[in-house]
C-alpha cells in the first residue's frame, strides 16, 4: 500500500492548509477567532482524512474517509469565498490558492474512484 505522503492528492491537500495556515497568522484577533480559526480546521482536515483513509486497511473505510475530505474542501471553499467577500484574503492570496483547489478536486474524486475500482476487484 502506497503511503499517504506520497499521494499527489495529499501533498496537494497539504500545500493547501499550509498556505491557508501562513495566511491567516497574519489576521487580526477577531478575524484569527471567526473565520480564521473555521477555515485552518476545515483545510486541515482534508489531508487529515486522506491520512486517516489510508491507515484503514478496509477500502470502504478509505473512502468514507475520502468523502469527508472532499465535503472538508467545499467546506474550506466556503470559508475562503467569505473571508474573500470580507476583505480579509487579496486577490493575489485567491491566485495562488485557486490553481491548487483547482487540481485538488478532480483528484479527489479519482482517487476516490481508483479505490472503488479497487474494492469492486476484490
Not at 491520512?51 to 486497511?57: F, S, T, V
Not at 477500502?59 to 467545499?74: E, M, T, V, W, Y
Request: aromatic share 10%; charged share 30%; net charge positive.
Amino acid at each position: 500500500m502506497e503511503t499517504f505522503q506520497n499521494l499527489r492528492v495529499y501533498q496537494l491537500s497539504e500545500n493547501l492548509a499550509n498556505g491557508i495556515w501562513f495566511i491567516v497568522d497574519k489576521w487580526d484577533s477577531f478575524a484569527k477567532d471567526t473565520i480564521g480559526k473555521q477555515i485552518v480546521k476545515s483545510a486541515d482536515s482534508i489531508d487529515a482524512n486522506i491520512a486517516e483513509g489510508n491507515g484503514r486497511y478496509n477500502l470502504q473505510d478509505n473512502q468514507r474517509f475520502i468523502k469527508i475530505a472532499r465535503g472538508s474542501l467545499n467546506e474550506t471553499r466556503h470559508w475562503l469565498r467569505l473571508a474573500f467577500k470580507r476583505k480579509l484574503l487579496t486577490q493575489e492570496q485567491i491566485d495562488k490558492i485557486k490553481p491548487i483547489i483547482d487540481e485538488l478536486s478532480p483528484k479527489l474524486n479519482a482517487y476516490l474512484n481508483s479505490l472503488k475500482r479497487k474494492s469492486n476487484n476484490i
